[in-house]
Every structure is written in structure tokens, then in C-alpha cells.
């Protein structure tokens, strides 16, 4: 039982460049959502989605795009990196029973620097 | 390395203290909070949860009190380890039994000194 993967661990970008950051769940997690972290400013979300075909945005949607084929897999892309997207980039997700006495399952970590 | 603790509060106990990290939270039909711990590296790790329709829960050394009068959640960790060493966040929640968005503090850094 892996939990949550995140892949890869570490990436460099050139501004404009696209990617891909990949997320995937082993825990038949129907709620999954991606977070950055920055210094001092806590986890903000960035979409989130309840189910396969199923997005939504977060507080910080501007710049990413997700989708969401399989229960499984949450992959988040970058269409142009920009600096500003220097994050550490964190999925979580949780069962469908709802949180409670469990909380939400988050991934090690992407850190991406986008120079 | 980037630091997460970069301007947060920070806590400094002593080992076998007992440390209270305290988190304002922001919005008054949240029902449903949880700390986080999360260690250098990592993501955040699950500590205890507790629903608006409770004052207090407790777990294995860590206590939750939930103020909703004051909007206001404490975590209370007893004879804290050098292992506590982290940052905690708070975060809120609606809708605990469905899905919705969580919300997180900045963090409080807890430093322990052996």
C-alpha cells in the first residue's frame, strides 16, 4: 500500500516551459486536490476534485490545469511556467465516507523551481 | 533547502514539557478541523481531528480544544519528545461528510530541545 505517490520528487523549469506534475492513490480515494506551499504562507489549494470526471478550483486555480480520468490519478499541469510557480507542490487525498477520524492523505512532495 | 518555517511563530520547550499550539481559524460554519504535522521534507502528517459539535478530543499524548465562540483551536502535545520537533498547521473543513475545501493556517514551528 503506497498511499499517495507524487512524482517527480524535484523538477527545474525554464519560464514558459509546460509540465506535468503526476499524482496517484492506491487507497480508492474518491476526493483528491493539489496544494503549493510557500514559505510562511501555509498550504493553499490549488483544484481539487469529489470524483473521476469531476474538477473544481481552489483559492490559487490561475496558471494550472488538472483532470481527472481515473479514480486513481490526479495529474496537475503547468501550461507556461512562471517564476512565481516556485512551490513545493503537495496532493492529498481522502475516502469518500467523508474525513473524520482520518483526515486527508498527502503525498511527500514536488519541489519545483521555475527559473 | 527551503525552509517552511521561514517566518513563522515558533515554540521552544524543553524535552518532557508540555506544549500548546494555538491557531485562530477564520471562518465560522467550518465543521470540521484538523492539525497537521509536518517535518522537514515531508508532507503534512495527520495528528487528531475534531467536529464543531465538540469541545475537546484526545488522542495518544495530543489533546484538540475547539473554542467556537472565539473561532480559536489549541493543540496540547503532553511530555513532548525531541521527535515532536515540526511545524503544526491547523486547517478547517465544511462538510465533513462529503468533501469540500480545507483550509490551512500558516503553521506554528515547535522547536524541542533535549
Known amino acids: 500500500n503506497a498511499g499517495v505517490t507524487q512524482t517527480p520528487k524535484f523538477q527545474v523549469l525554464k519560464t514558459g516551459q509546460s509540465m506535468t506534475l503526476q499524482c496517484a492513490q492506491d487507497?480508492?480515494?474518491?476526493?483528491m486536490s493539489w496544494y503549493r506551499q510557500d514559505p510562511g504562507m501555509g498550504l493553499r489549494l490549488i483544484h481539487y476534485?469529489?470524483?473521476?470526471?469531476?474538477?473544481d478550483q481552489g483559492e490559487v486555480p490561475n496558471g494550472y490545469n488538472v483532470s481527472r480520468s481515473t479514480t486513481e490519478d490526479f495529474p496537475l499541469r503547468l501550461l507556461s511556467a512562471a517564476p512565481s510557480q516556485t512551490s513545493v507542490y503537495f496532493c492529498a487525498s481522502t475516502r469518500s465516507g467523508g474525513a473524520f477520524n482520518y483526515g486527508y492523505t498527502f503525498g511527500s512532495g514536488t519541489r519545483l523551481t521555475v527559473v | 533547502g527551503e525552509s517552511v518555517g521561514l517566518h513563522l511563530p515558533t515554540l521552544s520547550v524543553q524535552e518532557g514539557d508540555n506544549s500548546i499550539i494555538n491557531c485562530a481559524y477564520s471562518?465560522?460554519?467550518?465543521?470540521?478541523f484538523i492539525w497537521y504535522k509536518q517535518e522537514s521534507g515531508k508532507g503534512p502528517q495527520f495528528i487528531i481531528d475534531?467536529?464543531?459539535?465538540?469541545d475537546k478530543r484526545q488522542g495518544q499524548r495530543v489533546t484538540v480544544l475547539l473554542n467556537k465562540t472565539v473561532k480559536h483551536l489549541s493543540l496540547q502535545i503532553a511530555a513532548t519528545q525531541p521527535g515532536d520537533s515540526a511545524v503544526y498547521f491547523c486547517?478547517?473543513?465544511?462538510?465533513?461528510?462529503?468533501?469540500?475545501?480545507?483550509?490551512f493556517g500558516k503553521g506554528t514551528m515547535l522547536l524541542v530541545s533535549p
Open positions: 486547517a478547517e473543513n465544511m462538510g465533513n461528510s462529503g468533501y469540500s475545501t480545507l483550509t
Open positions: 475534531i467536529r464543531s459539535n465538540m
Open positions: 476534485s469529489v470524483g473521476a470526471g469531476i474538477t
Open positions: 487507497m480508492n480515494h474518491e476526493y
Open positions: 471562518n465560522s460554519a467550518s465543521d470540521y
